[in-house]
C-alpha cells in the first residue's frame, strides 16, 4: 500500500508567523502532488499542486518539492486565523492517496 | 457553475437497509471518485472512473458498488449498510485521471454524512 505521512499536530502558530507542513510519501513513481485545506465539516478545497521538483509560489503559499528525498511541504506565509484548518497533502501516482491531515491553528 | 452536487447531505440507516449516494459535476470533467473519510484515517478512495463506462476499484471498495450514469453522473451504493460504513462521503471530479498537469486536479462535492445503527 502507497502511504503519504503527515504530523497529525496540531500545529500551533501565532498570527503573521510563517506555518510550515510537511508530508513524506512512499511511491518513488509519484508525479502529482497536491495541499488540500479542509476546514472542521467541509469539504476539501485545492490550494496548491506542484509538479516538479523545486518551489511554486501563490500568494502567501509556497509549496516545495523534493522528489530524491519524497517529501512535499506547505509554507503560510503571514499566516492568519482564517487559516486554521486542516492540511491535506495528495499524491498521485497510480492513483490518488491522501495523508490523515496536519491540523494547524493560528493563534491571534 | 454548481461544480461537484451530492445528495442527500446527512443519512441514517439501519443495519441492512440499503441506499444510493447521488453525485453530478457540471465541469464536463472525465474522471470521478469516491471517497470516504474517518477520523484520523484521511480520505480512502473506494471506487473510480476515469472516462465515461469505466469504473474501477480503489483501496476500499467493499460493501459499496458504483454506477457511472453518463458523464455528468456517479453514483454510490450500499447493498446493505454495515456499522463500519459510517462515515464521511465525499464525491470528486478531475478532468483526467493521470498525468502531469493540472488536469488532473481534483475537486469535491460537500459531502454525505452517513450513520448506520
Not at chain 1, 86 to 99: K, S
Not at chain 2, 50 to 56: C, K, L, P, Q, V
Request: some cysteine.
Amino acid at each position: 500500500q502507497k502511504e503519504v505521512e503527515q504530523n497529525s499536530g496540531p500545529l500551533s502558530v501565532p498570527e503573521g508567523a510563517i506555518a510550515s507542513l510537511n508530508c513524506t510519501y512512499s511511491d518513488r513513481g509519484s508525479q502529482s502532488f497536491f495541499w488540500y485545506r479542509q476546514y472542521s465539516g467541509k469539504s476539501p478545497e485545492l490550494i496548491m499542486s506542484i509538479y516538479s521538483n523545486g518551489d511554486k509560489e501563490d500568494g502567501r503559499f509556497t509549496a516545495q518539492l523534493n522528489k530524491a528525498s519524497q517529501y512535499v511541504s506547505l509554507l503560510i506565509r503571514d499566516s492568519q486565523p482564517s487559516d486554521s484548518a486542516t492540511y491535506l497533502c495528495a499524491v498521485l501516482g497510480q492513483n490518488f492517496v491522501f495523508g490523515p491531515g496536519t491540523r494547524l491553528s493560528v493563534l491571534p | 457553475n454548481a461544480g461537484v452536487t451530492q445528495t442527500p447531505k446527512f443519512q441514517v440507516l439501519k443495519t441492512g437497509q440499503s441506499m444510493t449516494l447521488q453525485c453530478a459535476q457540471d465541469m464536463n470533467h472525465n474522471s470521478m471518485y469516491w471517497y470516504r473519510q474517518d477520523p484520523g484515517m484521511g480520505l480512502r478512495l473506494i471506487y473510480y472512473s476515469a472516462s465515461e463506462g469505466t469504473t474501477d476499484k480503489g483501496e476500499v471498495p467493499n460493501g459499496y458498488n458504483v454506477s457511472r450514469l453518463n458523464k455528468r453522473e456517479f453514483s454510490l451504493r450500499l447493498e446493505s449498510a454495515a456499522p463500519s460504513q459510517t462515515s464521511v462521503y465525499f464525491c470528486a471530479s478531475s478532468e483526467a485521471p493521470s498525468g502531469m498537469s493540472s488536469y488532473n486536479e481534483q475537486f469535491f462535492g460537500p459531502g454525505t454524512r452517513l450513520t448506520v445503527l
